[in-house]
């Protein structure tokens, strides 16, 4: 049984940073792609980030310069530190997982979401 366990949300003020951790279990970690990604009210699920099985990371245009992705893959672990938090970034976050494997087609995975609310 596959399961992406998340942690690190809350409550911040504007300019704080937070990191957010994402545990997984019952997949190959090292050929996974691992991702972050969020939606707030009222809008669609957004990639934040994204952590390839080969070490590439990408970012969505809202949070390139203040969000890093990393991944401990002898944890299992894949982080989203992110810094200067704005008030838009809030948004229940969610961990993503593609595992690719040779002898099926790729399998997605999904956390059940953390909040994170920036605010004064």
């Known amino acids: 049984q596959v399961q992406l366990v998340e942690s690190g949300g809350g409550l911040v003020q504007p300019g704080e940073s937070l990191r957010l951790s994402c545990t997984a279990s019952?997949?190959?970690?090292?050929?996974?792609?691992m991702g972050w990604y969020r939606q707030a009210p009222g809008k669609q699920r957004e990639l934040i980030a994204r952590s390839t099985s080969g070490g590439l990371a990408n970012y969505g245009d809202s949070v390139k310069g203040r969000f890093t992705i990393s991944r401990d893959n002898a944890k299992n672990t894949v982080y989203l530190q992110m810094n200067s938090l704005k008030p838009e970034d809030t948004a229940v976050y969610y961990c993503?997982?593609?595992?690719?494997?040779?002898?099926?087609?790729?399998?997605?995975?999904w956390g059940q979401g953390t909040q994170v609310t920036v605010s004064s």
């Open positions: 993503n997982a593609v595992e690719f494997r040779a002898v099926r087609p790729p399998s997605t995975y």
């Open positions: 019952g997949i190959i970690f090292r050929v996974t792609d």
